[in-house]
Structure formats: structure tokens, C-alpha cells
Antibody, heavy 112, light 111 residues
């Protein structure tokens, strides 16, 4: 099993970014997936979850600004980040439903 | 939202010492299906977290059996029976019974 995040970088406040998580080694369409973030030097912060049937749940801090989605044909999980704020600066991880597999993470820095 | 309170925030141990970490929930984590979705993770420096314990007390495959979990309802404990150097890092509890939330973490360091 492998999860590889991409799409991070430096972005200005108020702008948008789309993260990807490419999955391999398992039947991606059968599993729910999480996005989690970790601000520099801080703890883990759950962001969003998408079920195998594409039902979604969001943390209050990102509801209305972030959108989680998936493309089962491409074995890829996405996180669309809109209206970014400085407090969204973090490493963003994807993880499988039961927390048993994690990606290495991708850094998002929101700064002018 | 469910709040998970971990104690202590920092734990100093010697190699071979047994230690425990507490995770208390603001709501019962017993799901209507009878499962309690409380897991424990370890994050070593510079690494993503790894799953140690799921469903309160089930040891994840490949995890040494010096790790054990217990508890029910709102009170849960992770025990390490004989700390080894590779166990150093930050331990998190995470619940998935309600919208997922993490505890603030417990840093295990060498005394």
C-alpha cells in the first residue's frame, strides 16, 4: 500500500490550491479516506473524510472552504482548498479509513 | 465536537520502564453498532503517524505486543510495558465514533 500526496506549495492568502493523494496497492474504491493536517510544531488536526460511496464530512474550521473528492478511476483522492488563511499553513496528510496507512505529507504555506 | 483530553502532555521514561497514557473523551465513544472507535497512533520525529492500536485494544499487525490498550465509554489507556528507544515520539488518541477528532498528544522522551 502506498499513498503519495502532491500539489502543495506557497500560496497567498485568499487564493486556492488543490492537493492530490495517489493511492496504490489496494482497491481504492472500497475504502473511505481522510485528510489530516499538522501545523508546524503542533498536533494532528482532522480535516475531512470521504466514504467509499463519496459521502463527505468536514471539520468546522474548513467547512465551506475545503472540498474533499475522489476519482476511483484514477485511484486518487483530492482536497480543494479555497479562501486560504495563514492558519491553514500545515503539512497535509492523506490516510486510509482505519488510520492504518498514511502518506508522507505535503506542505502548504499560506503567506503573502 | 468530541474533545479528547490526553494526559500527561509529556512523559519522561527510562529504557525498560512501563508507562501509561490516558485519553478521556467528552462523550461516550460507544457506537450504536457496538464498536468503540478509539485508536492510538505514534508519530516519530519527521515521520507520519503510524497506527498502534484500533478499536480500543486490538494490536495492529506488526506492532510489538509491549503496546496494549484498554478502556471503555469515555476513559481509555495506552500502556507500554518496557519502553524501548524506538518508542520515543508523540502518541495520539483518535476517535472515529463521531466526526473524527484527535487528542493533543503525549510526548514520550528519555529521562
Amino acid at each position: 500500500v502506498q499513498l503519495v500526496e502532491s500539489g502543495g506549495g506557497l500560496v497567498q492568502p485568499g487564493k486556492s490550491l488543490k492537493l492530490s493523494c495517489s493511492a496504490s496497492g489496494f482497491t481504492f474504491s472500497s475504502y473511505g479516506m481522510h485528510w489530516i493536517r499538522q501545523a508546524p510544531g503542533k498536533g494532528l488536526d482532522w480535516v475531512a473524510y470521504i466514504s467509499s460511496s463519496s459521502g463527505t464530512v468536514y471539520a468546522d474550521a474548513v467547512k465551506g472552504r475545503f472540498t474533499i473528492s475522489r476519482d476511483n478511476a484514477k485511484n486518487t483522492l483530492y482536497l480543494q482548498l479555497n479562501s486560504l488563511k495563514s492558519e491553514d499553513t500545515a503539512i497535509y496528510y492523506c490516510a486510509r479509513r482505519r488510520w492504518e496507512y498514511w502518506g508522507q505529507g505535503v506542505m502548504v504555506t499560506v503567506s503573502s | 465536537d468530541v474533545v479528547l483530553t490526553q494526559t500527561p502532555p509529556t512523559l519522561s521514561a527510562t529504557i525498560g520502564q512501563s508507562v501509561s497514557i490516558s485519553c478521556r473523551s467528552s462523550q461516550s465513544l460507544l457506537h450504536s453498532n457496538g464498536n468503540t472507535y478509539l485508536n492510538w497512533l505514534l508519530q516519530r520525529p519527521g515521520q507520519p503517524p503510524q497506527l498502534l492500536i484500533y478499536l480500543v485494544s486490538r494490536l495492529e499487525s506488526g506492532v510489538p505486543n509491549r503496546f496494549s490498550g484498554s478502556g471503555s465509554g469515555t476513559d481509555f489507556t495506552l500502556k507500554i510495558s518496557g519502553v524501548e528507544a524506538e518508542d520515543l515520539g508523540v502518541y495520539y488518541c483518535v476517535q472515529s465514533t463521531h466526526a473524527d477528532t484527535f487528542g493533543a498528544g503525549t510526548k514520550l522522551e528519555l529521562k
